[in-house]
């Protein structure tokens, strides 16, 4: 079972790679999918969904391509993981109290709530300057 999974470990690498040019001119989806070994066509939906996100911002044009939508700082990996997978969830009983009827109860689904806190925070905490 992968917590990140595949393409959400390209996405930051795609992102990681766009925080080196941060300020400067935008790079092309070809570009960064060749220099984080991702292939093109998933390289432009992941881009997509970053875009979506209002993660990334796109221009038109021979010197278009991809650049950060925000400061590096004000990125951090939860917003990306967010964006192309959703929450990242321990247990089915962490999101939803009516999955387990044994929730009330229950001293693990207690402490995977309390470790998806932590999961969360710590996420929250990295940011793409820190890379």
């Given at each position: ?28 989806a ?13 390289a ?19 010197a278009g391509?991809?650049e ?55 996420l929250k905490?990295?940011?793409?300057d820190?890379?």
């Amino acid at each position: 079972m992968d917590v990140i999974r595949r393409n959400t470990d390209y996405a930051m690498r795609l992102m990681a790679g766009l925080t080196k040019s941060y300020g400067k001119t935008p790079i092309s989806a070809r570009q960064l999918a060749a220099e984080y070994d991702v292939s093109y066509d998933l390289a432009c939906k992941l881009l997509q969904k970053l875009s979506a996100a209002k993660l990334v911002k796109s221009s038109m044009g021979a010197a278009g391509g991809f650049e950060l939508a925000k400061a590096p700082a004000n990125i951090n990996l939860f917003h990306i993981i967010e964006a192309i997978q959703g929450d990242i969830c321990l247990n089915r009983c962490v999101p939803n109290p009516k999955a387990c009827p044994n929730r009330p109860t229950c001293g693990i689904c207690k402490k995977l709530v309390g470790l998806q806190g932590y999961i969360d925070e710590y996420l929250k905490q990295i940011t793409l300057d820190s890379l």
